[in-house]
């Protein structure tokens, strides 16, 4: 298996998965302490109707579906930022509009592509060296703008109405997040696909946050578990001739139950322990 890193393609899909991990991480973990899993996936998905779009005006894939992706986001964040009750039912009807539109696009769309599931499901075997650097554009764009930005989602994310007596600009740095979320949803296609990219966004923060003091240190460890789910999976997938994004997931989702159960029969020991005493 060794002598398989020395062929490009696996080396290009060894560096999608470490620009895909860095983004993974750091949005990841900003989706998951402002729990916003449900409207990340609503990005997530919708952004089928990008390629969709691309397919059936001939554009490059990537771009046109960043922006559409995009303007989806903004569209989810002006229905979303100040409405507390019901806004999973606009998500929802948006996911579903986006993934519907892209569909009808296809259709109408004269004979058919033979690379059209791959981003579904992903092709991190087939990732071109031009889409490594655009993921290592967008990854520059994510770590500069949160390095920037970062106190302000920091008390964003933790307490929202604190952040507005402090006079920051709550509301910008929403949509930004949103944005960034958009950004990532990008990056991810080519890895896992659009049905799973939820999947590495959120596992790998999930697992950091367990044992993470700070914003910053879950960020290093989510991009850390994120990484080693990726290429994980990728021997997987090479072992067993199976999908490459689903072999990644799958590694991801494993760890995730491993892990809940190994706390499930800690707890139950710890208060096993507390009533003998």
């Known amino acids: 298996m060794l002598d398989v890193l020395h062929l490009p393609f696996m080396q290009n899909a060894i560096w999608a998965g470490i620009l895909t991990s860095i983004a993974c991480g ?11 899993v449900f409207l990340a996936g609503g990005v997530a998905h919708s952004a089928y109707g990008g390629v969709g779009l691309a397919f059936f005006l001939g554009l490059p894939v990537l771009p046109c579906t960043l922006g559409f992706t995009l303007f ?5 964040g002006a229905i979303t930022i100040n409405r507390n009750e019901r806004t999973d039912t606009i998500v929802g009807l948006i996911w579903a509009a986006g993934m519907a539109f892209g569909i ?3 259709d109408f769309t004269p004979g058919y592509n033979v690379d059209l599931m791959s981003y579904l499901f992903g092709s ?3 990732v071109p060296d031009s889409d490594l650097w655009l993921m290592l554009v967008m990854d520059l764009i994510i770590i500069g703008l949160v390095g920037i930005f970062y106190r302000g989602f920091l008390v964003m994310s933790f307490d929202r109405e604190y952040a507005r007596t402090l006079g920051l600009p709550v509301t910008f740095f929403y949509f930004l997040l949103l944005s960034l979320v958009a950004v990532s949803v990008v990056m991810v296609i080519q890895v896992v696909g659009l049905i799973l990219v939820i999947a590495l966004l959120t596992i790998p923060a999930y697992l950091a946050e367990r044992k993470s003091l700070s914003l910053a240190g879950m960020m290093w460890r989510s991009i850390l578990w994120s990484v080693v789910f990726c290429l ?7 072992w067993l001739n199976i999908t490459s994004g689903a072999a990644i997931i799958a590694v991801a989702t494993i760890t995730f139950f491993v ?5 499930f029969c800690r707890k139950r020991w710890l208060r096993r322990f507390a009533c003998k005493k």
């Not at 994980?232 to 090479?238: A, H, I, K, P």
């Open 104 to 106: 009808i696009l296809i």
């Open 232 to 238: 994980l999976g990728l021997c997987v997938s090479l």
């Open 124 to 126: 991190i075997l087939t």
């Open 72 to 76: 989806t986001s903004g569209l989810l």
């Open 259 to 263: 892990f809940l159960c190994l706390d």
């Open 26 to 36: 750091i949005i990841g973990s900003l989706v998951v302490v402002n729990r916003l």
